[in-house]
């Protein structure tokens, strides 16, 4: 059975850094996409940023050049750095990862439990 485990997350001042790092483990074959979520209180999930296995990156507009996503597709792992935090990036963070294969076995989305991060003013 395939898990998502995230690490990392807290809390930071405004301007501060923080690094989310999530592992797939399992039997995994291949994963077609890996990214993150977030959930800020009372609003939406939204993409945060995500990074297929064709080499793109997609990021929402409101983290383009502070947060940065990283794949290790050989350790199935995704990594979110994010600098220059707001208070507005307050939310809880979610590890994602679409078409993952295993042995006899597709998954179509796999979550994380979530991880808090808290971007004080």
């Known amino acids: 059975q395939v898990k998502l485990e995230e690490s990392g997350g807290g809390t930071a001042q405004t301007g501060g850094s923080l690094r989310l790092s999530c592992i797939a483990s399992?039997?995994?074959?291949?994963?077609?996409?890996m990214g993150w979520y977030r959930q800020a209180p009372g609003k939406e999930l939204e993409l945060v940023a995500s990074?297929?296995?064709?080499?793109?990156?997609n990021y929402a507009e409101s983290v383009k050049g502070r947060f940065t996503i990283s794949r290790d597709t050989a350790r199935n792992t995704v990594d979110l750095q994010m600098n220059g935090l707001k208070p507005e990036d307050t939310a809880v963070y979610y590890c994602?990862?679409?078409?993952?294969?295993?042995?006899?076995?597709?998954?179509?989305?796999?979550w994380g439990q979530g991880t808090q991060v808290f971007v004080s003013s």
């Open positions: 399992g039997r995994i074959l291949s994963i077609t996409d």
């Open positions: 990074t297929p296995n064709s080499g793109e990156v």
């Open positions: 994602r990862a679409h078409g993952v294969r295993t042995l006899g076995q597709w998954q179509n989305v796999l």
